[in-house]
């Protein structure tokens, strides 16, 4: 029997994704090199690596940055106190945040002003939640704010409001691992405050509904991202959950091909920060060695646009 091999849709970049790398490649075109950027601008090793080579350099700390020189703000969006150090610093600054993180940014300060108590659902250390948390700066407020990951975590949580609390999430988190955690905070809170509009984001989602398909139909799935992206590790997990086998890669070269040999159908998607050249390179090997013609399952309708900031037009 001949392998099948399906490719998921949507998958690989996002809007978000695609505007943070555009805001460093026109730094570089405009300014020049050293273009200095905060943290990885996006969580994938590739394109790290490609924006070192054209003189990129990525940073923890601003205050190590030459006076007068360029920095980036990454994707996964900073605090309000990270955000004033170019100043302080005598730094230019261009800010990458993903305009939904930036959503994100924005409700945690409004409720802060509200004085409401907040409960953040996500991952500890990861550079969106750092950058979430540092939002939270109450001035005459009696607002605090909780990080909560997991349903145990949701179940011990005191606050110090409980008829005045509300909750906000990572956006690359999965609906299935916020679902849970939320349905206790609502049990256990009856008053707590349902944001307007989901903050998952929308490649979020549509990557997890299309490996949700892929799953349906492949008994391997091969998902294309790096081991920090938090996106990608969400697409393995889930295609786990589904009952599909699963593996998390950068590239072609590690990819097991006996452990592959066992299988009659191999799904392959990438996460919201993984570039389809390396896709296409993953399913050509692939393809090439199970003499197999790759299909495109589903169409990708994505049709969103970020607009870069006006200095870099």
């Given amino acids: 029997m001949k392998t099948k091999i399906l490719l998921a849709n949507p998958r690989g970049f996002c809007a978000g994704v695609d505007r943070a790398i555009?805001?460093?490649?026109?730094a570089l075109v405009k300014f020049g090199p050293p273009i200095y950027v905060r943290h990885e601008v996006v969580h994938n090793k590739t394109v790290v690596e490609e924006l070192k080579s054209k003189g990129v350099i990525f940073v923890d700390d601003l205050s190590k940055v030459p006076e007068s020189s360029y920095v980036i703000f990454s994707a996964h969006g900073v605090s309000e106190k990270v955000e004033k150090e170019p100043e302080i610093y005598n730094l230019v600054s261009f800010d990458a945040t993903c305009?939904?993180?930036?959503?994100?940014?924005?409700?945690?300060?409004?409720?802060?002003?509200a004085g409401r108590d907040i409960v953040?659902?996500?991952?500890?250390?990861?550079?969106?939640?750092?950058?979430?948390?540092?939002?939270?700066?109450?001035?005459?407020?009696?607002?605090?704010?909780?990080?909560?990951?997991?349903?145990?975590?949701?179940?011990?949580?005191?606050?110090?409001?409980?008829?005045?609390?509300?909750?906000?999430?990572?956006?690359?988190?999965?609906?299935?691992?916020?679902?849970s955690i939320i349905e206790v905070l609502c049990q256990k809170f009856p008053?707590?405050?349902?944001?307007?509009?989901?903050?998952?984001?929308?490649?979020?989602?549509?990557?997890?509904?299309?490996?949700?398909?892929?799953?349906?139909?492949?008994?391997?799935?091969?998902?294309?991202?790096?081991?920090?992206?938090?996106?990608?590790?969400?697409l393995k997990e889930l295609a786990e959950k589904c009952g599909a086998t699963s593996i998390l890669i950068d590239g072609a070269d590690e990819i097991d091909f006996n452990e592959l040999s066992q299988f009659k159908s191999i799904g392959i998607t990438a996460g919201a920060s993984a570039p389809e050249s390396i896709v296409q390179n993953v399913v050509k090997v692939v393809s090439n060695k199970f003499n197999a013609t790759p299909e495109e399952l589903g169409e990708n309708k994505e049709n969103i646009y970020f607009r870069l900031p006006p200095e870099l037009r």
């Fill in 22 to 26: 555009d805001i460093v490649n026109q």
């Fill in 99 to 113: 305009p939904l993180v930036t959503k994100v940014h924005n409700e945690v300060k409004r409720h802060v002003r």
């Fill in 120 to 179: 953040l659902i996500g991952h500890e250390g990861h550079p969106e939640v750092e950058g979430t948390l540092g939002r939270h700066n109450p001035v005459n407020s009696k607002s605090n704010i909780y990080l909560v990951q997991d349903d145990k975590e949701a179940e011990l949580l005191e606050v110090s409001q409980p008829e005045n609390l509300t909750y906000v999430t990572q956006t690359t988190l999965s609906l299935d691992d916020t679902i």
């Fill in 191 to 234: 008053k707590i405050l349902k944001p307007k509009s989901d903050d998952i984001c929308y490649a979020t989602q549509n990557r997890q509904d299309a490996v949700k398909q892929l799953a349906l139909e492949s008994e391997f799935i091969i998902v294309i991202g790096s081991r920090n992206s938090s996106n990608s590790n969400r």
